[in-house]
């Protein structure tokens, strides 16, 4: 579940490079988080590298489900990409490559 949300994040990274500055979901890092924290209760929950030195962040309320992805560009602008219910952490064990599954 993790991995895809990167995935989706990552390509979400390529429409919000150049547009950054017309998206009016955009402000300054920490007002994101702020926000995310105070008005849906959202900590990070995963954080990793996307294209062009941006980082790719989840946010979720583990209680109430609700979850953001958000994108930092090096200039410290935050994006919103995407949000949605019902998330979860999942930990799943990888299945090594080649072997088919049972």
């Not at 995963?46 to 992805?69: C, D, H, P």
């Not at 560009?73 to 072997?99: H, M, Q």
Request: with cysteine; hydrophobic share 45%; glycine share 10%.
């Amino acid at each position: 579940m993790k991995e895809l949300l990167f995935i989706a994040a990552g390509l979400a990274c390529l429409a919000a490079s150049g547009a950054e500055a017309q998206n009016r979901n955009c402000a300054d890092r920490a007002k994101v988080v702020a926000r995310l924290a105070d008005g849906y209760g959202e900590s990070r929950q995963a954080i990793g590298l996307g294209a062009n030195n941006q980082v790719v962040e989840t946010f979720a309320n583990l209680e109430s489900g609700t979850w953001t992805v958000t994108v930092t560009a090096p200039n410290g602008i935050t994006c919103l990409v995407a949000s949605g219910k019902a998330f979860e952490l999942v930990e799943e064990t990888l299945i090594p490559a080649g072997e088919k599954d049972a």
